[in-house]
Every structure is written in C-alpha cells, then in structure tokens.
C-alpha cells in the first residue's frame, strides 16, 4: 500500500494554508508551526499503534533483533540531525519554526525518534536497556535527544512529553519520581514467564517423544 510521507502532506497543506492565508498576511512561521503539532500528533499515532502491533508477536528473540534495527536506525537518524541543527541558525524558544527544509526535516527527525525510542523503552525496557548496553553511545545520544525535545516542548503535546519523562526515569537518567512506575514493565514481565514456561513444555514433549519405547516383538 502506497503511504504518503509527512514531509509530503506537511509541504502539500503548507501551500494550501499559505494561499488562502495571504489576504490576512498571518504569519507564515506560525502557521507552519501550528500545522506541525498536528501532524506530529499523527505521526506519534502511527508510531503507537506499529509498536502495539510489535507487542502482539510473542517471540523475544524477535523483539530483541527488532529493538537493535531500531536502534540502529534511530540513533544514526538523531546523530545526522544533530549535526544540522546545530549548525543551523535555528534557537528553541527563541528562533520562529524553520520553514527551510533541511532545517525543520532535523529538528522533525530528532523529535520523532527521540519520541520512538523512549515508547519502546516503556513497553520494551529489559530489551531496550540491553540493546542500549551494546552501544554506549546511543544511550548519550537518547539523553541528548530528549534534553532537546524538552527545549522544543512547545511543540509537543502532553502525552509525549509524559513518555520522554517516564523513559528518562526508567533509564535512570533522572532520579525517579516517588511514585513512578512503568505499568508495562510488569505486562511484559509476566509475557515472557509464559514465554519460558511455554518453551519449557515443548521441549519436555520433544524429549518425551525421543525417549524409549516398548516394541511387540511376539
């Protein structure tokens, strides 16, 4: 099925946005800006309902390759962003939101990945945290990003800048909050008990089968 980019519908409405708002000579930052929250707020949508979707399969040895593709991919996202921003004029909080293409694609890369990963981390956090220990430096780029998606949190909307928190929390990048608990943690917990004991069966059954059988031999 063919899926239309978000770079490609937010370019497609800005035109449509700029056209019908000339006569009223609004600010043309602001409504990009304004048309990225609600796009951003899809994309996080899409994001959710993928990662539900991965939680379905029952296989974590398929959770952990999966977890390391993303990994892979996100952090070398996140970095080669960094790299444009920074060197950009763009300042959070102080600078309009970029209408330059490459500007704004870092700044949406480094949200939306950072967002990603810190939602995998909740519903995956014994693998991500494993995936992370692989690679040091993908855990200093995860913190940068999310120290960077809190200086842009205008932008974001509550649920996730609640999950950049709950994520930094888990990984123990802040002191937790007293009463902070990761409500997936204990799901999957309980997920690969089953898992082990499920394994555990077939192969009693396997060993079962192989074992000595009694012959007629009258």
Same mark, same amino acid.
């Given at each position: 099925?063919?899926?239309? %980019?978000?770079? &490609? /519908?937010?370019?497609?409405?800005?035109?449509? +946005? =700029?056209?019908?708002?000339?006569?009223?000579?609004?600010?043309?930052?602001?409504?990009?800006?304004?048309?990225?929250?609600?796009?951003?707020?899809?994309?996080?949508?899409?994001?959710?309902?993928a990662i539900k979707s991965f939680q379905k399969i029952k296989n974590s040895d398929k959770h952990?390759?999966?977890?390391?593709l993303i990994a892979e991919k996100v952090f070398t996202t996140i970095q080669?962003?960094?790299?444009?921003?920074? %060197?950009?004029? &763009? /300042?959070?909080?102080?600078?309009?939101?970029? +209408? =330059?293409?490459k500007i704004r694609d870092a700044l949406s890369n480094i949200i939306e990945n950072t967002a990603l990963f810190s939602e995998i981390i909740l519903r995956f956090p014994d693998i991500s945290i494993s995936v992370l220990k692989t690679n040091n430096n993908w855990d200093i780029i995860l913190q940068w990003g999310i120290a960077y998606c809190y200086q842009v949190k205008y932008l974001l909307?509550?649920?996730t800048i609640k999950v950049l928190s709950l994520?930094?929390?888990?990984?123990?990048?802040v002191p937790r909050d007293p009463n902070y608990i990761n409500p997936y943690r204990k799901s999957q917990e309980e997920e690969e008990r089953l898992e082990e004991e499920e394994r555990k069966l077939r192969k009693k059954k396997k060993k079962l089968r192989k074992g000595p059988r009694l012959h007629d031999e009258f």
């Open positions: 099925m063919f899926k239309v %980019s978000l770079k &490609f /519908i937010f370019l497609t409405l800005l035109l449509i +946005l =700029d056209h019908e708002n000339d006569a009223n000579e609004i600010n043309e930052s602001e409504v990009a800006e304004q048309l990225y929250k609600k796009l951003l707020k899809r994309q996080r949508a899409e994001q959710l309902a952990l390759q999966m977890v390391t080669d962003s960094r790299a444009i921003i920074e %060197s950009s004029p &763009f /300042i959070p909080g102080v600078s309009e939101f970029p +209408l =330059d293409d909307d509550d649920s994520a930094s929390q888990e990984l123990n990048h």
